[in-house]
């Protein structure tokens, strides 16, 4: 069960013609105490009620992950 959601930020899909982005944040998002991550959604239409693909991202690896995804965009 998640807690509260709050939207961070909602960015256009790239080679999608309405696909999306979502960066939000989530309380709670294993059950009370759980520690809060970072969702990064991403949808292939718009209007759709859930991602089709989601991860969740503890506080402590956000920067590392920044990281690699440096890495790879100057592999691209």
Known sequence: ???KVTMIEEMNLG???N???????????YGVG???VVSIGISLQSNAEE???KVH???ENIDAVIT????A???L
């Open 19 to 29: 696909g999306k982005i979502t960066v939000t944040t989530v309380e709670e998002p």
């Open 68 to 71: 690699a995804l440096q890495k």
């Open 51 to 53: 991602p089709d693909w």
């Open 73 to 75: 965009k100057e592999s």
């Open 34 to 36: 759980s520690a809060s």
């Open 57 to 59: 991202l503890p506080k």
């Open 15 to 17: 080679g999608t013609d």
């Open 1 to 3: 069960m998640s807690g």
